[in-house]
């Protein structure tokens, strides 16, 4: 196999930022608030987080952090 020279190398704390903040998380009491706001609203998951990607504010930092968390799942 030949190499170009150009290695990518493993930064530590690089793509490990999502386990940190499902820690986080947990840690703090939080788990299933996005889920549950989700289910009073009457759509999945993902229908909540398309439509409030772009909010201001908690909801909108929620919605955006449910998206990565089901895009790396994937």
Avoid at 16 to 45: L, N, P
């Amino acid at each position: 196999m030949a190499t170009t020279g150009i290695e990518k190398e493993h930064v530590a704390g690089e793509g490990d930022w999502e386990q940190r903040v499902a820690k986080g998380i947990a840690a703090s009491g939080h788990k299933g608030i996005f889920k549950a706001a989700a289910q009073r609203a009457g759509k999945s998951t993902q229908e909540f987080a398309d439509e409030h990607k772009h909010d201001s504010g908690t909801l909108g930092k929620r919605a955006r952090l449910a998206l990565a968390f089901m895009d790396s799942k994937h």
